[in-house]
């Protein structure tokens, strides 16, 4: 079997897919969590609600047993659904920027067909329990955003681009300079 492109591989693609999928939805979720007048970090303790019930989402504080617990649920899930679009992409023969595009916007559409339509209530990243529809929406946008730049910063051109890149002149070919032996 032949080396996956670079964005489709587990060493390069996928660290950077979930990381910018983590970083970009935690602050997207946030921003949202505040323009509804609450704190930043309320979306995160919500989706502790898998082990505190749905009272999770009324917790305000910052600690933890809530937001420590969110945190770590939320970055093992955007790894997880990371994962998903590298996987997507094995099957690709080249990479492309499109590719890196369209597999991190499926992705975060398919979590969230997944995560609202098929998971049980208590399994959801519990979002809803804080932010209107539109933040939710807005958080896994962001989570799909987030993986294909994630993608994109792993893409390699199929052609380096020192090949296309014009070669310094020699100065023994410029008029005027004398290249002394």
């Given amino acids: 079997m032949t080396r996956p492109i670079a964005m489709a591989r587990f060493d390069r693609g996928w660290p950077l897919a979930g990381g910018a999928a983590t970083v970009l939805s935690v602050l997207v979720l946030g921003l949202a969590a505040m323009a509804a007048g609450l704190p930043f970090w309320m979306p995160l303790n919500a989706t502790s609600h898998a082990l505190h019930g749905p009272e999770a989402g009324q917790f305000a504080g910052l600690d933890l047993a809530h937001t420590g617990v969110g945190a770590v649920i939320h970055v093992a899930?955007?790894?997880?659904?990371?994962?998903?679009?590298?996987?997507?992409?094995?099957?690709?023969?080249?990479?492309?920027?499109?590719?890196?595009?369209?597999?991190?916007?499926?992705?975060?559409?398919?979590a969230g067909v997944v995560d609202y339509a098929l998971m049980p209530a208590r399994l959801t990243p519990g979002w809803e329990l804080v932010l209107p529809a539109a933040g939710v929406m807005a958080g896994l946008a962001a989570m799909g955003v987030g993986i294909a730049l994630g993608l994109r910063a792993a893409h390699v051109p199929d052609t380096p681009a020192h090949l296309h890149a014009t070669p310094p002149p020699n100065a023994a070919d410029q008029p005027g300079i004398v290249h002394e032996d």
Wanted: charged share 10%; proline share 3%.
């Fill in 77 to 110: 899930a955007c790894f997880f659904w990371a994962a998903v679009a590298v996987l997507m992409l094995r099957a690709a023969e080249r990479g492309s920027p499109m590719l890196a595009w369209a597999a991190g916007l499926a992705t975060g559409a398919l």
